[in-house]
């Protein structure tokens, strides 16, 4: 059965840094396209950003709202996914959760099947 | 501000039927695949409908997805108390290259 668990959640000030990382099991995660999907506080669900396999390149694409603050990698060997996160904002505060793109051939994105608990970010001064 | 439109809330009683919508674009759920998602308050969220209207062999087929040019359409039928959740629509974006979920629908059965 495939597990995802999220850690590196932090109470952390604006403007500060910090890594999230996902540790996969049960699942072929060099040949996964990985996501992060944050939730705030009595929130909705907001897509973070992918990567996609090191075979295609690991290309990745981000929300506007982090773009060029987040950067997300990949370490297949270790199978783990991170997010480093800088410049960090008190809109950032949320629950991350790290999840596998389901996709099929012709198509960007399926669904996400597998979630983990997710860790908690908060940005407070 | 979500780009894909889901109603804040829905409600019905125990064992009748409810529909939740989501509206989009052409670059959204016009030219791809809509998932649907139930989260649990205090829960990760779990996929209910995947390519539309397809079901993972562990939901129950009281869950039903359906799509029609730029929206699409989650239905309930038997509703339970265990269904009362928040649900979210969710899909790719070809112009803005991103997953876009809609603001979510909390469905309280009375």
């Known amino acids: 059965e495939a597990q995802l668990v999220e850690s590196g959640g932090d109470l952390i000030k604006p403007g500060g840094s910090l890594r999230l990382s996902c540790a996969a099991s049960?699942?072929?995660?060099?040949?996964?396209?990985m996501s992060w999907v944050r939730q705030a506080p009595g929130k909705g669900l907001e897509w973070v950003g992918r990567?996609?396999?090191?075979?295609?390149?690991?290309?990745?694409d981000y929300a506007a709202p982090v773009k060029g603050r987040f950067t997300i990698s990949r370490d297949d060997s270790k199978k783990t996914l991170y997010l480093q996160m800088s410049s960090l904002k008190t809109e950032d505060t949320a629950i991350y959760y790290c999840?596998?793109?389901?996709?099929?051939?012709?198509?960007?994105?399926?669904?996400?099947?597998?979630w983990g608990l997710g860790t908690m970010v908060t940005v407070s001064s | 501000q979500s780009v894909l439109t889901q109603p804040p809330s829905v409600s019905a009683a125990p064992g009748q039927k409810v529909t939740i919508s989501c509206s989009g674009s052409s670059s959204s759920i016009g030219n791809n695949y809509v998932s649907w998602y139930q989260q649990l308050p205090g829960t990760a969220p779990k996929l209910l409908i995947y390519?539309?209207?397809k079901r993972p062999s562990v939901i129950p087929d009281r869950f039903s997805g359906s799509k029609s040019g730029t929206s699409a359409t989650l239905g309930i039928t038997g509703l339970q108390t265990g269904d009362e959740a928040d649900y979210y629509c969710g899909t790719w974006d070809s112009s803005l290259r991103a997953v876009l979920f809609g603001g979510g629908t909390k469905l309280t059965v009375l």
């Open positions: 999840t596998p793109m389901e996709t099929i051939t012709g198509s960007e994105f399926i669904a996400f099947d597998i």
């Open positions: 049960g699942l072929i995660f060099s040949n996964a396209w």
């Open positions: 990567i996609k396999t090191k075979s295609e390149g690991g290309t990745t």
């Open positions: 390519e539309n209207n």
